[in-house]
Nanobody, 122 residues
Framework: VQLQASGGGLVQAGGSLRLSCVAS????????MAWFRQAPGKEREFVAG????????YYADSVRGRFTISRDNVKLTAYLQMNSLKPEDTAVYYC????????????????WGQGTQVTVSS
């Protein structure tokens, strides 16, 4: 399975972006899909996760209420709608996928996208 993330860019604080993650290499997308991010000098952190049914959805406390994860299983795509962006959201965002179990730490996701840069200016 290959994951291709896109949609990053430069946005002012308070703005919005929508990230996409398209799966290829098989006829269905991974059962669990998640977004992680890594800012310069910091460890990678969990942002949001979703299973194939679309519920429940999991969020980091820092983004809950501002970000929304969703997926379209027909299009083999997961999305991350990011609203009310803050400078501290600046990071490289990675999508991840796996079929075995949900995880906040990334260890259960064998499939990773290449990352897309999100920069939020103040």
């Amino acid at each position: 399975v290959q994951l291709q993330a896109s949609g990053g860019g430069l946005v002012q604080a308070g703005g919005s972006l929508r990230l996409s993650c398209v799966a290829s290499g098989r006829t269905d997308s991974p059962y669990f899909m998640a977004w992680f991010r890594q800012a310069p000098g910091k460890e990678r952190e969990f942002v949001a996760g979703i299973n194939w049914r679309g519920s429940p959805r999991y969020y980091a406390d820092s983004v809950r209420g501002r970000f929304t994860i969703s997926r379209d299983n027909v299009k083999l795509t997961a999305y991350l709608q990011m609203n009310s962006l803050k400078p501290e959201d600046t990071a490289v965002y990675y999508c991840a996928g796996g079929d075995s179990r949900f995880s906040y730490t990334g260890d259960s996701y064998p499939y990773w996208g290449q990352g897309t840069q999100v920069t939020v200016s103040s």
